[in-house]
């Protein structure tokens, strides 16, 4: 019976509020574009939606730990869907190299960095991000890309000794 109910109850429209994607998006005019695409759900969260997202929080906050690849966080202070600490503790615990992971937390932000916020913050994320991943690509990269050309000309010496043996 109680399975039944549970299975039964995830289909409910219950939660309060079906208002979330005001919290998401700061940017009035992006808002009202947003709000009338007729592909994005506009009733209320069902709750087997919201008990998933806890049980997936969950889940990713008591891994944090397990977590060593490069990353950066990006948050906004004013997210009326996530609140910023779980970024920060993502950062915290991660066992990511502090010089290898970024947080950044941007003030009076929402939730949609990239698609909600005013133009002007929108290209601050988006520039923060890319330095960031230059910087990481100076880094990784050109080891990489050393290894690549020396392991590339190693195969193509390997095959020209090859075809001269034969």
């Known amino acids: 019976m109680y399975g039944l109910l549970f299975g039964l109850a ?4 219950a939660m309060p509020d079906s208002r979330m994607v005001a919290k998401a998006i700061k940017d009035v005019e992006k808002l009202k574009i947003i709000a009338v695409n007729p592909k994005r759900y506009a009733g209320k969260p069902r709750v087997g939606t919201m008990r998933e ?3 997936v929080t ?11 690849v490069p990353f950066f966080a990006a ?3 004013a997210d009326g869907l ?4 779980g970024s920060e503790m993502l950062y915290e615990k991660a066992a990511t190299p502090k010089e290898d992971k970024a947080l950044k937390l941007y003030e ?5 960095l990239i698609q909600g916020e005013p133009d002007d ?17 100076k880094i990784f990269g050109s080891e990489s890309n050393a290894q690549k050309k020396k392991d590339r000309l190693g ?5 020209r000794e090859n075809s001269r043996s034969k």
């Open 10 to 13: 995830d289909t409910w429209a």
């Open 53 to 55: 997202v806890v049980r």
């Open 58 to 68: 969950n889940y990713l906050q008591n891994n944090f730990q397990k977590v060593t």
């Open 75 to 77: 948050h906004g202070t």
């Open 82 to 85: 996530a609140c910023h600490t």
């Open 108 to 112: 009076g932000m929402y939730h949609s």
């Open 121 to 137: 913050a929108v290209d601050r994320v988006l520039a923060d991000m890319k330095a960031w991943i230059d910087e990481k690509a």
């Open 155 to 159: 195969r193509m010496i390997m095959g």
